[in-house]
């Protein structure tokens, strides 16, 4: 199992995922569902690393050998969260049953005009965030994404809602770019999702303790919010099967301040704090995580450490 998960092929191409997106907008979301189970099987036996990498963090999580069965639910769980993009991306809020918890505190956060950044990650629906467009129609939503990964998919998100699609704060461009464009969005009032759990090959990062073993996560979100003074929300959208998720708020700091002398330390401590709360909900829902791929890069023999932090590390250089 590579630990490098941009060296991964998409799975099916362009072609299969395009197919999808016909069925699901001509066929509705009961018709493109059957899709998914021969496109479960088809990773299931195709794309062994991804097998692998589901199997051992089940196992992790389940606290026991996950069956082959379990895999399947997995993989099918991340299919069923895909396919509902399309719909979700296409503001058809009502095809879903989307329980929101936590929504005055974050209203309280966007209320005090300051912008709000949203830490997320790959656990679940990040997009079922989309669904504040109903509660709050004055919502502006910025996600910060790297348009170069998953190209397939983002041409054909790009293509369902160009108007979303302008919104993006492209995270392949120059790291201080990431950070202005980040503050300009802020300075709007906007929510900026970022997702925090997966640290780019080379990134400065730290390991902390996750699921019973040290996993690295990235600096860089974590300096933007410091260098921005900004208020940082956690938000998890859960997939609970069918057409029911359940999106979680949650006030991780209402400022985040890493002192340069103190820069190690806090930067470990913030880490570990959400990382407990990250697995807080990988618990409520394990089937949920989808980071294919050897996550505690128990193969890497040089994570980044304190001296590497020290050094002054830019905050959106691995944005």
Same mark, same amino acid.
């Given at each position: 199992?590579?630990?490098?998960?941009? $060296?991964?092929?998409?799975?099916?191409?362009?072609?299969?995922?395009?197919?999808?997106?016909?069925?699901?907008?001509?066929?509705g979301r009961v018709l493109s569902r059957?899709?998914?189970?021969?496109?479960?099987?088809?990773?299931?036996?195709?794309?062994?690393?991804?097998?692998?990498?589901?199997?051992?963090?089940?196992?992790?999580?389940?606290?026991?050998?996950?069956?082959?069965? /379990?895999?399947?639910?997995?993989?099918?769980?991340?299919?069923?969260?895909?396919?509902?993009?399309?719909?979700? =991306?296409?503001?058809?809020?009502?095809?879903?049953?989307?329980?929101?918890?936590?929504? *005055?505190? =974050?209203?309280?956060?966007?209320?005090?005009?300051?912008?709000?950044?949203?830490?997320?990650?790959?656990?679940?629906?990040?997009?079922?965030?989309?669904?504040?467009?109903? $509660?709050?129609?004055?919502?502006?939503?910025?996600?910060?994404?790297?348009?170069?990964?998953?190209?397939?998919?983002?041409?054909?998100?790009?293509?369902?809602?160009?108007?979303?699609?302008?919104?993006?704060?492209?995270?392949?461009?120059?790291?201080?770019?990431?950070?202005?464009?980040?503050? *300009?969005?802020?300075?709007?009032?906007?929510?900026?999702?970022?997702?925090? *759990?997966?640290?780019?090959?080379? /990134?400065?990062?730290?390991?902390?303790?996750?699921?019973?073993?040290?996993?690295?996560?990235?600096?860089?979100?974590?300096?933007?919010?410091?260098?921005?003074?900004?208020?940082?929300?956690?938000?998890?959208?859960?997939?609970?099967?069918?057409?029911?998720?359940? =999106?979680?708020?949650?006030?991780?700091?209402?400022?985040?301040?890493?002192?340069?002398?103190?820069?190690?330390?806090?930067?470990?401590?913030?880490?570990?704090?959400?990382?407990?709360?990250? /697995?807080?909900?990988?618990?409520?829902?394990?089937?949920?995580?989808?980071?294919?791929?050897?996550?505690?890069?128990?193969?890497?023999?040089?994570?980044?450490?304190?001296?590497?932090?020290?050094?002054? *590390?830019?905050?959106?250089?691995?944005?």
């Open positions: 199992m590579s630990a490098n998960w941009k $060296e991964r092929p998409e799975g099916g191409g362009r072609f299969a995922i395009w197919l999808i997106r016909a069925i699901a907008q001509y066929g059957l899709l998914l189970f021969p496109i479960t099987l088809y990773f299931l036996i195709v794309r062994g690393p991804e097998r692998r990498a589901s199997r051992a963090y089940l196992s992790r999580v389940l606290g026991r050998p996950a069956s082959l069965w /379990e895999v399947a639910r997995h993989i099918h769980c991340f299919a069923s969260t895909i396919l509902d993009r399309v719909f979700l =991306l296409s503001g058809q809020f009502r095809r879903f049953d989307i329980q929101v918890h936590g929504l *005055d505190m =974050l209203h309280e956060q966007m209320d005090k005009g300051r912008g709000v950044l949203l830490f997320g990650s790959h656990h679940g629906s990040f997009e079922s965030l989309r669904v504040l467009s109903r $509660e709050r129609p004055d919502a502006l939503v910025r996600v910060v994404m790297d348009r170069q990964q998953n190209q397939a998919i983002t041409q054909l998100l790009e293509a369902l809602s160009p108007d979303i699609a302008a919104t993006v704060i492209d995270a392949g461009q120059d790291g201080s770019a990431i950070t202005l464009a980040i503050n *300009d969005a802020m300075q709007q009032n906007a929510l900026v999702g970022l997702l925090v *759990d997966r640290a780019r090959p080379g /990134e400065a990062q730290q390991r902390v303790p996750f699921l019973g073993e040290e996993a690295p996560f990235p600096n860089a979100p974590f300096l933007i919010a410091s260098a921005l003074r900004a208020p940082v929300v956690l938000c998890f959208g859960l997939y609970r099967g069918g057409r029911r998720y359940d =999106l979680h708020f949650e006030l991780f700091a209402d400022t985040v301040a890493i002192p340069r002398a103190h820069r190690y330390q806090q930067l470990a401590e913030l880490q570990a704090r959400y990382a407990g709360r990250l /697995e807080h909900y990988v618990r409520l829902a394990p089937f949920n995580w989808f980071n294919f791929y050897d996550f505690w890069q128990g193969n890497d023999p040089t994570p980044r450490t304190a001296a590497a932090v020290s050094g002054g *590390d830019q905050p959106g250089r691995s944005a």
